[in-house]
């Protein structure tokens, strides 16, 4: 029997053929570092039988060692059956794959080392903060304010007559329309004899009277 003197991060697993020369050169190279004749970090001995014949099916990947029959040693930073799974701690966040030890594969709107940070196209505007929300980057805007940036402010009494809202309950007015939302008509020419001006430039006149501005009487015969 021989010991295997390996740091906590490496895992065994299994897996395929290894070399027989390449194995006893790594058992005696352990021997050395459970000896004390490295500054790296001190393992715990792993007691099993070192099978210099031992076959693994299939092979043990990333440099991982065939220990015995389908049994793999994995290198620091990989682990699994076959040594075949990348090992990032911290593990990636926001749904993030571990492409190698310490580098993580962001889905978009996540970034960093370890996907911690989330980052939204184009930034969020008027006061938006940008947010993970379901697994996804979005901005999540003051309550006067929407869209996928915070980009359309919000008027709650709305804008009538062909209104845009510019600001939070600010409405911009076509020609011919005031008010808070664009609901009073303008005309130039004031509406006479208690006409009311309905429309640009149009007046709805009183009976008897009528007329563009309601200067005109009807005769009564």
């Not at 389908?70 to 794959?97: D, I, L, R, V």
């Not at 940070?117 to 979005?138: F, H, M, Q, S, Y």
């Not at 709305?158 to 939302?181: E, F, H, Q, Y």
């Amino acid at each position: 029997s021989f010991f295997l003197c390996s740091a906590h991060q490496n895992r065994i697993g299994t897996g395929t053929m290894g070399s027989a020369a390449f194995l006893l050169a790594f058992s005696l190279a352990l021997i050395a570092v459970c000896s004390g004749g490295s500054d790296a970090p001190r393992g715990v001995a792993v007691g099993f039988v070192f099978d210099p014949n031992a076959k693994c099916e299939p092979a043990c990947r990333h440099a991982g060692l065939c220990i015995r029959n389908n049994t793999c040693f994995c290198a620091k930073g990989y682990e699994g059956e076959t040594c075949q799974h990348a090992n990032c701690f911290p593990k990636c966040k926001n749904g993030g794959a571990c492409l190698r030890p310490g580098k993580c594969r962001c889905p978009p709107g996540f970034g960093g080392r370890y996907c911690h940070k989330v980052t939204c196209d184009g930034g969020c505007w008027n006061g938006g903060e940008c947010l993970a929300v379901n697994g996804a980057a979005r901005c999540v805007c003051p309550s006067s304010w929407t869209g996928s940036k915070c980009q359309h402010a919000i008027c709650p009494q709305g804008c009538r007559n062909g209104g845009v809202c510019v600001a939070p309950g600010i409405c911009s007015c076509p020609d011919g329309w005031l008010g808070g939302a664009c609901h009073t008509a303008v005309c130039s020419r004031a509406c006479m004899n208690g006409g009311k001006c309905i429309s640009p430039n149009k007046c709805r006149c009183r009976p008897p009277f009528s007329g563009p501005r309601c200067g005109d009487r009807k005769r009564i015969h």
